[in-house]
């Protein structure tokens, strides 16, 4: 899955010159919940139905999760200097 479909203010382009361990490190930082969801949805590429069936939860709170998850990356690639959001 290419990263600026879902997260469309952290371009591939934004991040291609940027430190990956820096990176890394951020989403390491992010709640288990959070770094879950980023890794169903974006690693593996699993649409929302899929990830609301994998963790008992709706279809809606899957969309709120992912975006939570979208918004606490930002912030940390922000104070981090990784990121210009």
Known sequence: MNL???I???TDE???DR???NIVDCIKRLSYTDQE???LRITLGMRYSEISLA???SNA???QRFQHAKDSLAKL???EGIYNG
Request: net charge negative; aromatic share 8%.
């Open 77 to 79: 690639l922000e104070k």
């Open 19 to 21: 430190n990956y361990d």
């Open 55 to 57: 963790l008992h939860i």
């Open 37 to 39: 969801i980023l890794y």
């Open 14 to 16: 934004t991040l291609c």
């Open 8 to 10: 469309p203010e952290l």
């Open 61 to 63: 709170a899957s969309r």
């Open 4 to 6: 600026s479909e879902d």
